[in-house]
């Protein structure tokens, strides 16, 4: 029996995502025994569509491609136009809201409020945005325990690279006692251009921008926020400590000189900007701030966007995982995994 999805944002990931379910779907269906049927799309700007039976994904990216608009999606008999994300929710006879929508990370809405509809609503939940599992993990988690569903985000730290599910599955057994990574990819392009071209930080800045690795605003990157998001996720997620934001010491990269790149390379260093959680004999201590790391720390070695992130364990010893943090269809990817797993009933 097919899964049937609903999509909240249609956006970069939510068009990748589509592809991935054409290219990938008999592969799917003939490896794993899973058949994803998208049978609503909402999004605030581009339309919404509903056809019970599911839509045609080829007609769904020609519309969006040709006009970026669900409107030149062609009428047939029992298709459903102009629902908002809520009707869709209460409306649609999908099994599972895959959740993308533009959230404002401060808040984490719209996203929390969708979930809580969802789940009251008694429909699974896949998502990619941080915000909410952030800023409200316990409540949401209790909420899907209550109504019987499922709620899962691997992409919320790493986008494709399996941040979340490694540690929770693979590592099982293991007492992790640190976990420290390289989270955000604009940061790390920006201090590997300052040390290999000897470019200052608001040359480097600027660039970025350029090349759209950060954005007009490139507060939420430079200053931490964005990795300290990720933290509060890995703490009460993998070590099921929650913490604060306020107990996440904090500081960006907007200070760090040319002149202590060099000094760094002089001492057989380099600089990262650094997520970090460390078990201790008086509690858990959690940072993001730039450190300068030995170059023999597998951490030193990652350079331009990509991520990675080293998991400390008394069994099996540190376990560095390197992969992309963003993009559409590493992020499609990740909502692939978790619909996976759905189908599976595995973590």
Avoid at 62 to 77: F, V
Avoid at 290 to 317: F, V, W
Wanted: charged share 25%; with cysteine; proline share 3%.
């Amino acid at each position: 029996m097919a899964h049937k999805l609903a999509l909240l944002g249609f956006g970069g990931v939510g068009q990748g995502l589509v592809h991935i379910l054409r290219e990938k779907h008999q592969r799917l269906k003939e490896t794993y025994g899973c058949e994803f049927v998208v049978v609503s799309i909402s999004d605030l700007y581009k339309g919404s569509l509903h056809h019970p039976e599911g839509l045609d994904l080829d007609r769904v990216i020609e519309a969006i491609e040709k006009t970026g608009s669900l409107d030149y999606y062609p009428d047939q008999l029992g298709l459903v136009r102009g629902w908002s994300s809520e009707e869709t929710i209460q409306k649609t006879n999908a099994k599972t809201i895959v959740e993308m929508t533009f959230t404002d990370i401060k808040t984490g809405q719209p996203a929390i409020s969708h979930c809580q509809e969802a789940f009251k609503h008694g429909k699974h939940v896949v998502m990619t945005n941080k915000g909410p599992v952030a800023l409200a993990h316990k409540e949401l988690a209790e909420q899907a325990k209550e109504n019987g569903v499922r709620w899962l985000f691997e992409g919320a730290v790493m986008s494709g690279t399996p941040a979340l599910r490694l540690p929770l599955a693979t590592l099982a057994g293991n007492d992790i006692t640190s976990i420290k990574g390289i989270l955000n990819g604009t940061t790390n392009y920006m201090l590997t251009k300052m040390e290999e071209e000897g470019l200052d930080y608001d040359d480097v800045l600027k660039e970025a921008q350029e090349l759209g690795y950060a954005e007009a605003d490139p507060t939420s990157d430079v200053e931490g926020y964005d990795v300290l998001y990720k933290v509060l996720i890995l703490s009460e997620v993998v070590l099921g400590m929650p913490l604060k934001r306020e107990d996440v010491e904090l500081k960006g990269i907007s200070s760090i000189s040319i002149k202590e790149i060099e000094a760094a390379k002089k001492e057989g260093k380099r600089w990262k900007l650094i997520g970090r959680l460390e078990q201790t004999e008086s509690g858990l201590k959690a940072s993001v701030k730039p450190e300068k790391l030995d170059l023999s720390d597998p951490l030193a070695g990652i350079g331009g966007a990509t991520n990675a992130i080293t998991y400390t364990c008394d069994l099996s010893g540190p376990i560095t995982l390197v992969g992309a943090g963003a993009g559409i269809k590493e992020t499609g990817f990740a909502v692939l995994i978790d619909l996976i797993q759905l189908e599976r009933k595995q973590i």
